[in-house]
């Protein structure tokens, strides 16, 4: 029996990540500075960027990965460096755009982390929502994550034996659309920021996010 080994190609050999960040266009990536400090940098992070690598976006840039190269460009960080790297202090869903903040350094970091888990940080959302909302509404029901071994994706519900959630909405302005019906666009505010937590409390509410 005869064996034949195929042609080496040395592409084929790179991490997936090293793959992922050779399709980054550096000059796409400015425009989404909104701040630059000797601290922090500010991005307008646009919907449908995963945050970061998992096993279901394997393939997919991040804004880990955009972080990185834009750091490594700008000579705020070194690749090599086995210490600190520049962190983004929490979390956007992939479908969500909106205003992130990256620490260059660790003590920077700790001070995010510290003025969200304090509260000291109103995190305000707009979205829009099937039918007619009423002018404010307070949502507070506790939720609970669960992870589905099978599916490889957490779930959230509204559940007593979750944990505590707190939603506050304000209509800002309703229409209606021939196909959809009653339509509102709504101003959220989180207490809390538990996963999912704006889809489920207003799915819940009898008000799901369009």
């Known amino acids: 029996m005869k064996f034949e080994l195929g042609e ?12 992922r960040k050779e399709r980054i266009n550096r000059d796409k990536i400015a425009p989404w500075i909104i ?3 000797k601290h922090r940098l500010v991005w307008n992070k646009p919907a449908g960027i995963v945050l970061h690598e998992s096993n279901h976006h394997r393939q997919d840039l991040s804004m880990n990965d955009y972080l990185e190269e834009y750091c490594i460009w ?9 210490t600190f790297k520049p962190s983004f202090g929490y979390r956007l869903d992939k479908d969500t755009s909106g205003v992130l903040i990256a620490a260059k350094d660790y003590p920077s970091l700790q001070y995010i982390n510290s003025v969200i888990r304090d509260r000291k940080i109103d995190k305000l959302y707009k979205t829009i929502v099937v039918g007619q909302f009423p002018k404010t509404l307070r949502l507070d029901k506790a939720l609970e994550k669960s992870f589905d071994k099978d599916s490889e994706r957490a779930h959230v519900v509204v559940s007593k034996e979750g944990k505590a959630s707190v939603t506050e909405c304000k209509l800002d302005k309703m229409w209606f659309h021939p196909l959809l019906g009653k339509l509102s666009m709504v101003t959220v505010k989180i207490e809390t920021g538990r996963m999912h937590q704006i889809r489920v409390h207003l799915a819940d509410a009898g008000y799901p996010v369009l």
């Open 74 to 82: 700008k000579g705020i960080s070194d690749p090599n460096s086995t």
């Open 35 to 37: 701040y630059d400090d």
């Open 8 to 19: 080496h190609k040395p592409e084929s050999a790179k991490p997936i990540k090293q793959h």
